[in-house]
């Protein structure tokens, strides 16, 4: 099937509504041919849901929308997540009692390739071609991102709408993702859904500024005092946040400070097919903030994994964590009551019925979904973070109604709940836009200040330094 | 080697039956600390195996993993699944000689040469652990008396046995002691240890017996489980096409019909998967169901005495030692039906269609879940076991036709049920031969086209009352209830 041409889009007076909780309201917008438009707004703005309404998603109530282009190729948050459910499914280790790696990257790209001249090109660029005989879930989340966009791109779409498009990529790929995007922007309808101000691309010639599910504003990019006004418009002064106090008399057992909170020492991660890593050493002490870096695929989480205990190779290697050596009889929750962690991982395993103030409480337990009765002093500090992340109206939704974004904010939140020995973001801000991520920066820098707490910080924007954080390791 | 149950007298043999209880949970408060430092061997590196021996290393264990020489050698997939995963492996050999217990993860097939094999190595006073008592209860498999035998059952696939552990919780689970083999007295100790290692005491542990746990999972995998959703499925594709349906979407409806239905009864028992059709629809399902329920009590009856006598297994033993003949052509013989072969529409069917148009599904898995949990109960067997392996597995069998319809499950389900599901297929085809020329398309296909949705009163009180009063449904609440309570606070 060849793509159709695409011929506008406009909405008039469009009321959509996607769930009971969510409507876009009033939307006028006209897209063109030949346009490119980046939506931007605030996490739970609406920005996904304009893409998505474009494609046909949701019920128009009132007014009209004209032009739905049914055939896009979407690349974002959920349709990675949407990949990963289906891997969840396909997984038949249960019933044939064999465990499977996934599907191979070549099925997965075969599956949807209507370009092979295309993919041919595409897979030397994303530096796919050592992946393609790995299954699906050995895949780092950037490389997952890098195959995401690879399918899109090859399935022929009449529009492509990419929900931030660098979110997960290491610095080299940003520029490759962005020269990609520059080209077929030439010959394919492209819509881009960006979350902070300093990615929008130069190619973009449209900006629609949503908020509260209307479309608040549209300004075109070569209008330069009107560019300034709204990046003063997402622009947040966050001086006056203040972290809500640990749980007295609910702390973890006390280190001995004369250990090192972390030691690691000639450690590998090895699969039979592939070294991840080999003679590592990391010794952390307490009080010592680091920033971890290393492109896609080098190990990162990996490595991480080894110190929260996630990675089951961290039996056969030297890890001290806590004042335990790694493998002496410690269980698991020995180790994770000293940690708060957040990762993309920890965001796709975060997937059971539990309402937002009990995602925050969960922390105090190192659970996914909470599994015991909080006290009321754990009850009054979830709630403090939640006036602290504006949420205090919404408690007791659903935490699977919330945007990812503001997932990610609650799962923070989490992390930092009991003020743990040892910090882990890895990657926090992934799918943030510019206001919140300010935030959760904000946040951070002032648990680094405090004394309790240790981080560690994965991050591929150099922009986001943290003041405090000092140390640095490459992978 | 003989029957073990039909060794027992009659007195103790309804005393084992009758053995299942919801264990307080202020039992487990010591955790893993019984085998804490003790060595933990594994064999089978499947799903279950694996799964478990993850989740026991994370709760402080020590675990390793006993492979076949050959396995090692040639670095299989179950070598593979070892190392990368960090464990010690090595040959029996090496490293059953050093257990204090011994995990018995491998399909129940091989159990007798697996236990024929590793109880010679094994250290006196050790302990040989089970997840299915087959073995001992069907093949009398006679363990040497110094040795402890015990049996920890999550009643969830491996992968779900992880990932509720991960997340800080557990899967529902039954444990037992093998009373002829607990010389030092040590056998609940050992089990109930085991049970937190997986994170099961979490969600709830079941006291059973190797009998109530054998002789339940025998009857209601051949017959709810996995005979009436097969039976159901192929009766009721073969009805919809015979009266115009398009093939395509009686075979959509039907491979994720079961599912869809079956996720109600999840939730909520009979009463809530009956809830969900319109009143006219349920009254009709109700009296669909009672009918079936008089047509097809004679073969659950007949399923069950054949259990209990012995002679189900030992048809199915001959028939391995027939080199499975009669399994392997059954399993050729479900692949070739037409609802096999159909290709599926594209067409979406709305969550809600599924019941709307699967009248006589909903019927089927009413009829077929309160026979089996009436017969068992009839026989002996508790309440709470017979809740487990009728209602409780029936959306996890679902689960399986949707993802790969009925070939694939047969072929992957254990074979002990696969051989089960065919003596029950064989009989209830032509036992509803009779009743299907009755079928129309209101109850399977198209739904019912009704005036108005209304109904009598007096007649609906009376058939919700009927439903809601069935034992299985109170026994589901309270086991749901415990769950719930764990699982959901606030």
Redesign the interface.
């Known amino acids: 099937m060849n793509s159709t041409p695409f011929k506008g889009t406009v909405f008039k007076d469009a009321c959509i509504r996607f769930n009971e909780s969510f409507a876009l309201l009033a939307i006028n917008w006209t897209l063109e041919p030949g346009q490119v438009w980046a939506i931007m707004g605030t996490s739970g703005s609406g920005k996904s849901a304009l893409a998505a309404a474009l494609t046909g998603a949701g019920e128009i109530i009132s007014g009209s929308l004209d032009g739905i282009v049914a055939n896009a190729g979407m690349v974002s948050l959920e349709s990675q997540a949407e990949l990963i459910e289906r891997e969840r499914?396909?997984?038949?280790?249960?019933?044939?009692?064999?465990?499977s790696p996934g599907t191979p990257v070549s099925d997965m790209l075969d599956e949807v390739c209507k370009n092979h001249e295309l993919l041919a090109k595409l897979i030397p660029l994303f530096r796919l071609d050592g992946l393609l005989d790995r299954g699906f879930r050995k895949l780092s989340s950037g490389e997952t991102r890098k195959l995401l966009f690879t399918r899109a791109l090859i399935s022929q779409p009449d529009m492509l709408i990419v929900d931030g498009p660098f979110e997960g990529l290491d610095a080299q790929t940003v520029p490759l993702v962005n020269d990609i995007l520059r080209q077929l922007a030439k010959t394919t309808p492209l819509l881009l859904v960006i979350n902070r101000f300093d990615e929008l691309p130069d190619f973009v010639t449209h900006i629609a500024l949503m908020e509260k599910g209307r479309l608040k504003t549209t300004v075109e990019t070569c209008d330069k005092p009107a560019m300034d006004l709204m990046s003063q418009l997402l622009h947040l002064k966050t001086t006056q946040l203040k972290i809500p106090d640990a749980c007295p008399g609910d702390t973890s057992p006390p280190l001995n400070p004369d250990n090192p909170l972390v030691n690691i020492r000639d450690a590998s991660v090895r699969?039979?097919d592939n070294l991840v890593f080999e003679h590592l050493d990391w010794r952390i002490e307490a009080g010592q903030h680091w920033q971890l870096t290393g492109p896609n695929g080098s190990g990162k989480t990996s490595l991480l994994n080894l110190i929260t205990?996630?990675h089951?190779?961290?039996?056969?290697?030297d890890i001290f964590v806590f004042g335990y050596q790694r493998g002496n009889?410690?269980?698991?929750?020995?180790i994770k009551q000293h940690i708060g962690y957040v990762s993309s991982a920890l965001h796709w395993?975060y997937r059971?019925?539990i309402?937002c103030k009990?995602v925050i409480i969960?922390g105090f337990?190192?659970?996914?979904?909470?599994?015991?009765?909080?006290t009321d002093l754990q009850q009054e500090i979830a709630a403090k973070w939640l006036r602290v992340l504006g949420f205090q109206e919404r408690a007791t939704q659903a935490f699977n109604q919330f945007s990812y974004g503001d997932q990610r904010l609650l799962l923070i939140a989490r992390a930092m709940v009991k003020h743990p020995n040892l910090l882990i973001l890895d990657e926090p801000c992934f799918g943030l836009d510019d206001i919140n991520r300010q935030l959760v920066l904000a946040l951070i820098e002032k648990i680094c200040a405090g004394s309790e707490t240790t981080v560690i910080y994965v991050n591929h924007h150099a922009e986001d330094r943290i003041e405090g954080i000092n140390n640095y390791i490459t992978l | 080697m003989a029957n073990y149950f039909n060794t027992l007298p009659l007195r103790e043999q309804l005393a084992q039956l009758g053995k299942c209880e919801f264990m307080d949970p202020a039992e487990f408060t010591d955790g893993?600390s019984y085998l804490?430092?003790k060595k933990l061997v594994v064999i089978g590196?499947?799903?279950?195996g694996?799964n478990q021996g993850?989740n026991l290393?994370?709760?402080?264990?020590?675990v390793s993993y006993a492979l076949r020489e050959a396995a090692i050698k040639e670095?299989r997939?179950s070598w593979?699944?070892a190392?990368?995963?960090?464990?010690t492996v090595g040959t029996p050999e090496e490293l059953i000689p050093e257990a204090d217990l011994v995990l018995n993860l491998t399909?129940d097939k091989q159990h007798s040469g697996v236990v024929a094999g590793v109880v010679p190595l094994m250290k006196k006073n050790a302990c040989l652990a089970y997840s299915h008592g087959f073995n001992i209860v069907e093949e009398g498999m006679q363990v040497r008396p110094d040795i402890t035998v015990i049996m920890v059952a999550p009643k969830c696939?491996?992968?779900?046995v992880r990932e509720e552990y991960?997340?800080?919780?557990g899967v529902p689970t039954l444990i037992a002691v093998h009373e002829d083999n607990d010389p030092h007295g040590e056998g609940l100790a050992i089990a109930k240890a085991y049970a937190a290692g997986t994170g099961g005491h979490?969600a709830g542990v079941l006291m059973s017996s190797f009998i109530a746990e054998v002789k339940s999972d025998l009857m209601g995998e051949q017959t709810i489980l996995c005979g009436m959703l097969q039976t159901g499925s192929l009766l009721c594709f073969d009805k919809m096409v015979e009266k115009g349906i398009e093939p395509g979407y009686a075979a959509k409806l039907v491979q994720f019909g079961w599912e869809t239905i079956t996720e109600a009864l999840k939730h909520g028992g009979i009463t809530n998967m009956m809830d969900r059709l319109s009143n006219p629809a349920k009254l009709k399902a109700f009296d669909l169901a009672e009918e079936l329920k008089v047509i097809m009590r004679p073969l659950y009856n007949k399923h069950m005495d054949d259990i209990m006598a012995g002679r189900f297994s030992s048809g199915m033993m001959e028939d391995w030692a027939n080199d499975d003949a009669k399994l392997l052509a059954w399993r050729k013989e479900t692949g070739e039906t037409p609802f096999e072969k159909a290709q599926n529409t594209n067409q979406d069917i709305a969550e809600q269609e599924y019941f709307d148009h699967g009248i006589l599904m909903v019927a089927m898995v009413r009829a077929g879940v309160e026979l089996a949990f009436e017969t068992m109960t009839a026989a002996g067997i508790k309440e709470e076991s017979a809740y487990y392996e009728s209602l409780h597995e029936t959306p996890l069998i679902a689960n399986?036709i949707a993802?790969?319809k009925l070939y694939?499950?047969n072929a992957?389900?254990s074979d002990t049920a696969e051989y089960g599901c065919y003596l029950y297929n064989h009989a209830c085809l032509p036992l509803l031969s009779d009743f299907m020329t009755r079928i129309d398309t209101d109850v399977i296909g198209r739904g019912m086209e009704v005036p108005d949705n209304g109904v009598d009163n007096q007649q609906l009180i009376e058939v919700n009352a009927t439903i809601r009063s069935h034992p299985v449904e109170g026994i589901g609440q309270t086991l749901r209830g415990y769950m719930s309570a764990?699982?959901?606070?606030?």
């Open positions: 499914l396909r997984d038949d280790s249960d019933i044939t009692d064999k465990v699969y039979t205990g996630d089951p190779q961290c039996y056969n290697n009889g410690e269980s698991i929750w020995d395993d059971v019925s309402n009990n969960s337990y190192d659970s996914i979904g909470l599994y015991a009765r909080a | 893993v804490a430092g590196c499947g799903s279950q694996l993850l290393r994370d709760s402080g264990l020590d670095q997939q593979k699944n190392t990368e995963n960090g464990f399909p696939p491996g992968t779900e991960k997340r800080g919780f979490k399986t993802r790969k694939e499950m992957t389900i764990m699982k959901r606070i606030n």
